[in-house]
């Protein structure tokens, strides 16, 4: 069976690009901290991996904070500052901020105090595209970046988080940019790496894949990939409402992601879809990746409106770069087999 894989907002598979960085860097042999050659080769790996991605992120002038991952850098700018999102937010966010911001049906959020706020950019299940308010704390860009036009420098945001494998990237290395001059208290303390923000020897190798994944993610935007994308998921919704009168489209009068479709098939639970539809040959999830292998409840569809049992019929398609028309086809044509099985076991 040859599988097709449709989870790319879970994470992407590795770009060439990325993976030639990465292997190159694992010839630089030195610690980044360290004052010999060596040291000063895998220091310079990393400014030029610096460089290149806030050339990738319109933040020229601005502060990139290497991490771990996404959720450190939310962790690291959102810890103790009494921030508040809405409940659409990635758990990172929400995990650190008063839950208070209002949520329509169509997935916007309400921001009255935007120095205080924290809001995403793009939501990772449903795909849809937040204005960002003037001056906002915080945004979460990690599903925007790589797939819509994104500049920090002009996003109105004092602070943004990114992650490598969003875009193709090697996963285990994100980055928290900040307007220069912003203070930041590192959670991470030990030799005062990353301007003292982070401590902790650089993933030397990560940071250069993450660079050339952002590189050539931009070149995929400048030469149209997120219309192609885009067209890709209008016949993914097309034909699935050919299959079910029933099915509703979440966000779809919305500003969405050109690559983000989620739906919902009421009495016909998500986790029940994600199942079958893996053993007919299709990766898709019943929302974010982020919940230890477990299938729950989506918390964004339910801040939107949606009740807990429209919630728990949700499914999330997200479409790349790589993605073919014939796949998107075979997936719409197995959804729809498996959704006639559904009805004839429900009646």
């Known amino acids: 069976m040859t599988r097709v894989y449709l989870d790319w907002n879970a994470t992407t598979p590795l770009r060439a690009e990325a993976k030639d960085a990465m292997v190159d860097a694992m010839d630089v042999v030195g610690n980044p901290s360290s004052v ?15 460089k290149d991605l806030a050339v990738a992120l319109g933040a020229e002038g ?14 690291l700018a959102l810890a103790g500052k009494g921030i508040s999102c809405a409940g659409i937010e990635h758990d990172a966010v929400r ?5 208070s911001l209002p949520v329509g049906k169509n997935g916007a959020v309400g921001v ?24 906002v704390f915080l945004t979460d860009a990690t599903q925007a970046f790589g797939k819509i036009p994104f500049a920090f420098n002009w996003c109105g945001a004092q602070m943004a988080i990114v992650s490598a494998h969003k875009l193709g990237g090697p996963k285990g290395i994100g980055a928290l940019v900040v307007k220069r001059g912003t203070e930041i208290e590192a959670r991470i303390k030990g030799g005062g790496q990353e301007m003292g923000r982070r401590s902790g020897t650089e993933n030397v190798v990560g940071i250069a894949g993450f ?25 993914l919704e097309n ?12 966000g779809k009068d919305a500003n969405r992601l050109p690559n983000t479709s989620c739906f919902v098939t009421p009495g016909w639970k998500g986790e029940t ?23 729950k409840t989506s918390a964004a569809l339910v801040a939107m409106g949606f009740d807990r049992d429209q919630a728990g019929c949700a499914l999330r398609v997200s479409l790349g770069a790589a993605t073919s028309e014939n796949e998107v086809r075979a997936f719409a044509k197995a959804w729809a087999s498996e959704y006639e099985k559904f009805q004839a076991r429900a009646y």
Request: charged share 20%; with cysteine; glycine share 8%.
């Open 95 to 99: 995990s650190w901020c008063d839950e």
């Open 239 to 250: 034909t699935i409402a050919e299959s079910s009168n029933k099915t509703i489209f979440v």
């Open 112 to 135: 009255t105090d935007p120095a205080k706020s924290a809001l995403q950019l793009a939501n990772s299940e449903t795909g849809v595209i937040q204005s960002l308010p003037d001056g």
């Open 62 to 75: 601005a502060d990139i904070i290497f991490t771990s991952s996404a959720t450190e850098a939310a962790a």
């Open 211 to 235: 660079a050339a994944a952002a590189r050539a993610a931009q070149a995929d935007l400048e030469a149209g990939a997120g219309a192609r994308v885009e067209k890709l998921r209008k016949i």
């Open 273 to 295: 879809q994600v199942m079958v539809m893996d053993l007919a040959g299709f990766a898709v999830s019943a929302g974010s990746a982020c919940s230890s292998g477990k299938v």
């Open 36 to 50: 010999h050659a060596e040291g000063r080769a895998a220091k310079g790996l990393i400014e030029r991996a610096r």
